[in-house]
């Protein structure tokens, strides 16, 4: 069993950054793939980036490429989001989410197998 506990977000203006982290418990983190998910009111959750459980092997989505940057520290099972030239429709709440079968990247919700609580981020105009 693994535990995912988010922290990071807030509120930030248009054009600033912010850094998501999420702690993992358990002993198996550096076999995990990780993932970030977001989802805004009314909305299905949408895959944001991944990242395998070497750092061999990360994916974006189109919507936040070129500036997102996921990362991970397997010495302190914690996985980061950095994300910089924010937009309003960045607007959403943020999940980390982990995949056991860790050597390779998936983009669909239901293909991990644990998540966070989520942290809220919150883009202003």
């Known amino acids: 069993q693994v535990q995912l506990v988010e922290s990071g977000g807030g509120l930030v203006q248009a054009g600033g950054s912010l850094r998501l982290s999420c702690v993992a418990s358990?002993?198996?983190?550096?076999?995990?793939?990780m993932g970030w998910f977001r989802q805004a009111p009314g909305r299905e959750r949408e895959f944001g980036a991944a990242?395998?459980?070497?750092?061999?092997?990360?994916y974006y989505a189109d919507s936040v490429k070129g500036r997102f940057t996921i990362s991970r520290d397997n010495a302190k099972n914690t996985v980061y989001l950095q994300m910089n030239r924010l937009k309003p429709e960045d607007t959403a709440v943020y999940y980390c989410?982990?995949?056991?079968?860790?050597?390779?990247?998936?983009?669909?919700?239901?293909?991990?197998?644990?998540w966070g609580q989520g942290t809220q981020v919150t883009v202003s105009s």
């Open positions: 358990g002993r198996t983190f550096s076999r995990t793939a």
């Open positions: 990242i395998s459980r070497n750092e061999g092997s990360t």
């Open positions: 989410a982990a995949r056991n079968i860790g050597n390779y990247i998936v983009v669909a919700p239901h293909e991990y197998d644990y």
